[in-house]
């Protein structure tokens, strides 16, 4: 499996000719690589929460793509309003699709989604646990540290956690929870995309140490999973 970095929280996974993306921020995004009309072809979209840096151009690209969103059921029915195809999930429950499983799981963070005026749609947050090809990566979106992480211990092969503190886990908590989820390799994200998430990505690969491989990505580089 491949994984690309497109800045922030927005990550492509790669595997046997399947493509998904995750948290699909590009438009307005100033960390962005590129914008959603240089995507390849997508086969999912799957998203941890509504907030704007996360939900993104998810609607426009599942219309672009024929993709199907895959979020929390609240979330999934505001995109199916927007004219997006969905499929709707909730945390704790997993689903077979054509280019792998997902799982969503806790995450502890704010449910308002971005564009909802009516306030009908607000949901939990999530992460987002994706096996493709007997690789499986987890995304943690925006969370604080959690008890539940270590209920994942020793089953992920690449974690993608927040380090920018203020919104999410800082660089401590961040470290804790690769202890917790005892993961082969992490990438971390969700920092310097503004002076607020400002953090050294150096200082958490020094925390981790040998607990875990740390891949620093910048937007457009990629880690293979071998």
């Known amino acids: 499996m491949k994984a690309t970095f497109h800045g922030h929280a927005c990550f492509v996974l790669e595997r046997d000719n399947k493509r998904v993306i995750i948290d699909p921020f590009l438009t307005g995004n100033p960390a962005a690589d590129i914008g959603p009309d240089k995507l390849p072809r997508l086969d999912g979209i799957l998203l941890s929460h509504g907030h704007g840096d996360h939900l993104g151009d998810a609607v426009a690209l599942s219309k672009q793509h024929k993709a199907t969103i895959v979020a929390t059921f609240e979330l999934a029915q ?54 493709m090809g007997g690789k499986t990566v987890y995304h943690t979106g925006d969370t604080a540290l959690t008890m539940e992480m270590q209920l994942l211990a020793g089953r992920i092969d690449l974690m993608l956690v927040p380090i920018g503190d203020n919104y999410t886990m800082g660089i401590e908590d961040a470290a804790r929870a690769v202890e917790f989820v005892k993961p082969k390799s992490v990438i971390p994200m969700h920092y310097n995309t503004w002076d607020l998430i400002k953090a050294d990505p150096q200082e958490f690969k020094r925390l981790v140490g040998n607990r875990a491989a740390v891949t620093i990505l910048s937007p457009g580089e990629s880690h293979t999973l071998s």
């Open 78 to 131: 505001f995109c199916t309003d927007k004219g997006a195809t969905v499929h709707a999930m909730h945390i704790g429950g997993g689903h077979d699709f054509p280019f792998g499983r997902v799982k969503l799981v806790p995450a502890f963070h704010g449910g308002r989604v971005e564009g909802d005026s009516t306030g009908k749609y607000t949901t939990n947050p999530a992460g987002v646990v994706v096996t």
